[in-house]
C-alpha cells in the first residue's frame, strides 16, 4: 500500500526508551488496578442505585397522593348514590324533610374535605 493510502491508525508507534515494546506487567500491578477499577464502578453503582431509589419513593409518594384522590372521589360517588336514593324514597312516600337526609349531607361534606386535601398532597408532589 503506497504511503499516501494507509488508513488511519495503520502507523506504527515509534519505540522509544519511554515507550517500550515489551512491557513487564506483574500480578501486584494488576491487582492494584482491579481494585481501583472496582472501586470506581462500586462508586458508581452506588450512585446510580440512590438515584434510582429516589426516583423510585418519588413516583410511589405521587401514585399514593393520586390513588387517595381517586378513591375519595368515588367515596364522595357512593355517597350521592345513597343521599339521591334516599330523597327518592322520602319523596314517593310523602315523607320529605331536610332532617331526615342531614347525616348524607354531612358525609358529603366530609367527603368534599377528603378529596380537597388528597388534591392538595397531589399538588404538593407536583402532579397537579
Known sequence: MSE???G?????????EE??????????????????????LGDGLGVLFDRGRTEIETVA???KARYDLIQAERDRDKLFQRLGREVYEMVLEGEFAIEQVQQSVEDLDEAHRK???????????GEG
Open 4 to 6: 499516501d493510502k494507509k
Open 61 to 63: 409518594r405521587s401514585s
Open 19 to 40: 515507550r517500550p515494546r515489551d512491557r513487564t506487567y506483574t500480578r501486584e500491578g494488576f491487582e492494584e488496578a482491579g481494585a481501583g477499577f472496582l472501586q470506581a
Open 8 to 16: 488511519f491508525g495503520t502507523e506504527e508507534p515509534e519505540i522509544t
Open 115 to 125: 378529596i380537597d386535601t388528597c388534591d392538595a398532597a397531589l399538588k404538593a408532589e
